[in-house]
């Protein structure tokens, strides 16, 4: 029987989520077919550059952070 798999299985193999048996048969449909090779480097290099993404957030959203803490009452009168 021969096995197709699509990107979304290049996708689980590259978050390893595949079992070894898949591993193999996947790992042999990359060798076999270049453009699910071509796939799967790209999703290597995204998840790779993905990985290096930073959120900081906006010296504007600090501030606002910042000020409503210090106009936070501590003991408020409730």
Do not use: G, H, W
């Not at 079992?19 to 699910?36: F, G, R, V, W």
């Amino acid at each position: 029987m021969i096995q197709i798999f699509t990107n979304d299985d290049v996708i689980r193999y590259v978050y390893e989520e595949t079992s070894a048996e898949e591993n193999l048969l996947i790992e042999d449909a990359l060798m076999a077919e270049p453009e699910l090779m071509s796939f799967y480097l790209d999703t290597l290099e995204v998840k790779c550059l993905m990985n290096k993404i930073e959120r900081t957030p906006s010296d504007r959203t600090i501030q606002n952070i910042l000020n409503f803490s210090r106009n936070y009452a501590t003991n408020p009168s409730v």
